[in-house]
């Protein structure tokens, strides 16, 4: 079995960064250096202050303390990295594509060539190729042809090895994974890569499959996960016409162990970089083998959750007499959820469009995300110009700020720290009849409406 010594992954983003500063983390005999292309990622990554890693996870701070610079590195020499690695990681982005075949819901796997093509052309020993980032089924195989067609006559064996990380427990998750899973052809480099892991993940937790079980396992697992959501969510619809709440339908049905209680909290919808993405392209593919039924049933989740957001921003509007025009509605949260600082496809955005759509004020406040990132997300968006986008949307750096004057609050991610407000201090400022709109069901219902809030929660 070959012996690793050295670790090379491309991309410095939320999986890559986290998942080899664990590896350096538990292998100290291998150096690990993680390379990309932005070099402000980069700078930001060897940042003395550990506050500035481009990546807020609980505890990723300490991990990186104590690996950087003895045996983990990050640098935007992509080509030394190559040359001189056993083995390599892509841990590219693979966003759906936004042009041509398969627009909106094929996986755009422009960014994995690329790094394929550099791999080839640099390599002068033979490697083995981890596919880290998420793939279509069957993407090794054009990898493998990239790298054979184009390369300089070295081996290549590629691995799949499909990462499972949350964002927010990504330490968590990545010390104490519920498996690890590894697909490939050749037993050796297979053996490798376990290798890596074993030194701190019990074997049995290691599983091993062949390369396309493997790429559609991690399809299959955030569709399913996502498919939860959507299901809560779609009865929480039903519990607020029927009088009954959706948590203790959440408790009642989590409790039968064939069911189980995790991915049960009903939501404004979910978000998150992955989840939609990886659906839409599970969605694509079963398309593209004419598997019809099957696209539609897995569609189905995506439409429920578009609608789950549409339905929170207009019973807000509903709610508030039917206009929001110029009325100041404080958001609460802004990440698609708590202890991340990452708002791709956040829920967030689709309320706030919806409600600066109706010429609402929208008020923002979170406690990771700053206000580039939140102008930046609603001008992707192309719904209005910049201009209107500053003009009606404000980011403020203080909770009570933002509730001082409004009309309404709308909790949108579940940051812990919502729930400890003096919400008998913010009662006070604010607008009367003051309006909270729970998107995640957080606050204490009987203290807000003790304290005199009109409040509405999804699924009550
Ligand atoms: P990201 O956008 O945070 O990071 C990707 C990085 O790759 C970027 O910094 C980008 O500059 C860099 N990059 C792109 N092309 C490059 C190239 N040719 N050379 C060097 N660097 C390059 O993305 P992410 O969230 O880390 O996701 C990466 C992959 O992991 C995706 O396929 C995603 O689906 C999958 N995934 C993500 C999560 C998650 O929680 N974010 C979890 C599991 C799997
Ligand atoms: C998800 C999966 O949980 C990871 O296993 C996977 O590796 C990752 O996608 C990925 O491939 O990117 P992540 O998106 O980081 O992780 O976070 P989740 O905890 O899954 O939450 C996703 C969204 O669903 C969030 O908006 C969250 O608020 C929402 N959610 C989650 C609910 O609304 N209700 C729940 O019960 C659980």
């Given at each position: 079995m070959k012996n690793i010594r050295k670790i090379t992954c491309i991309g410095a983003g939320y999986v890559g960064g986290?998942?080899?500063?664990?590896?350096?983390?538990?292998?100290?005999?291998?150096?690990?250096?993680?390379?990309?292309?932005?070099?402000?990622?980069?700078?930001?990554?060897?940042?003395?202050?550990?506050?500035?890693?481009?990546?807020?996870?609980?505890?990723?701070?300490?991990?990186?303390?104590?690996?950087?610079?003895?045996?983990?590195?990050?640098?935007?020499?992509?080509?030394?990295?190559?040359?001189?690695?056993?083995?390599?990681?892509?841990?590219?982005?693979?966003?759906?594509?936004?042009?041509?075949?398969?627009?909106?819901?094929?996986?755009?796997?422009?960014?994995?060539?690329?790094?394929?093509?550099?791999?080839?052309?640099?390599?002068?020993?033979?490697?083995?190729?981890?596919?880290?980032?998420?793939?279509?089924?069957?993407?090794?195989?054009?990898?493998?042809?990239?790298?054979?067609?184009?390369?300089?006559?070295?081996?290549?064996?590629?691995?799949?090895?499909p990462e499972f990380l949350a964002e927010g427990t990504a330490v968590t998750d990545l010390h104490n994974p519920d498996r690890v899973l590894i697909g490939g052809e050749d037993a050796d480099a297979i053996e490798a890569l376990v290798s890596v892991y074993e030194a701190w993940v019990p074997r049995e937790r290691i599983l091993t499959t062949n390369l396309w079980s493997s790429?559609?396992?991690?399809?299959?697992?955030?569709?399913?996960?996502?498919?939860?959501?959507?299901?809560?969510?779609?009865?929480?619809?039903?519990?607020?016409?029927?009088?009954?709440?959706?948590?203790?339908?959440?408790?009642?049905?989590?409790?039968?162990s064939r069911i189980g209680s995790k991915f049960l909290k009903a939501s404004v919808g979910f978000g998150g970089s992955c989840f939609q993405k990886d659906i839409l392209n599970l969605v694509y593919i079963a398309r593209t083998y004419n598997l019809h039924a099957v696209a539609d049933y897995w569609e189905q989740v995506i439409l429920l959750n578009d609608h789950q957001k549409?339905?929170?921003?207009?019973?807000?509007?509903?709610?508030?007499?039917?206009?929001?025009?110029?009325?100041?509605?404080?958001?609460?949260?802004?990440?698609?959820?708590?202890?991340?600082?990452?708002?791709?496809?956040?829920?967030?955005?689709?309320?706030?469009?919806?409600?600066?759509?109706?010429?609402a004020n929208v008020i923002v406040y979170d406690p990771k995300v700053p206000a580039e990132q939140i102008y930046k997300d609603l001008d992707y968006l192309g719904t209005r110009s910049p201009e209107d986008n500053r003009r009606l949307v404000k980011v403020v750096n203080d909770p009570y700020e933002a509730?001082?004057?409004?009309?309404?609050?709308?909790?949108?991610?579940?940051?812990?720290?919502?729930?400890?407000?003096?919400?008998?201090?913010?009662?006070?400022?604010?607008?009367?009849?003051?309006?909270?709109?729970?998107g995640r069901k957080l606050l204490d219902r009987k203290q807000l409406l003790e304290l005199g809030f009109a409040y509405y929660a999804i699924g009550e």
């Open positions: 986290p998942t080899m500063s664990v590896i350096a983390q538990k292998n100290l005999n291998v150096e690990v250096t993680v390379v990309d292309l932005n070099e402000t990622r980069i700078a930001a990554w060897n940042d003395d202050d550990l506050s500035k890693l481009p990546v807020y996870e609980p505890g990723l701070d300490e991990v990186v303390k104590e690996a950087r610079g003895r045996n983990l590195f990050f640098s935007t020499d992509v080509d030394k990295a190559i040359d001189e690695a056993d083995m390599i990681f892509i841990s590219v982005n693979t966003p759906t594509k936004t042009y041509g075949k398969g627009k909106g819901q094929a996986a755009d796997l422009k960014y994995i060539e690329l790094c394929a093509r550099q791999i080839a052309a640099v390599a002068k020993s033979d490697k083995i190729v981890v596919e880290k980032s998420t793939l279509p089924v069957r993407t090794a195989e054009a990898l493998k042809s990239i790298l054979d067609n184009t390369g300089n006559g070295v081996n290549f064996h590629i691995l799949s090895n790429e559609l396992s991690k399809l299959v697992a955030n569709a399913f996960l996502a498919q939860r959501v959507s299901s809560i969510n779609a009865i929480s619809e039903l519990c607020e016409v029927t009088g009954a709440n959706v948590d203790e339908v959440s408790r009642a049905i989590g409790q039968d549409t339905r929170f921003a207009e019973n807000i509007i509903k709610t508030m007499y039917n206009t929001v025009n110029g009325k100041s509605i404080a958001f609460l949260g802004w990440a698609f959820k708590k202890d991340t600082n990452d708002t791709r496809e956040s829920a967030a955005i689709y309320v706030a469009d919806h409600l600066l759509a109706e010429e509730l001082s004057g409004a009309h309404a609050a709308a909790v949108l991610t579940e940051w812990d720290e919502f729930k400890g407000y003096d919400w008998a201090k913010i009662k006070e400022d604010m607008k009367r009849p003051s309006f909270v709109f729970d």
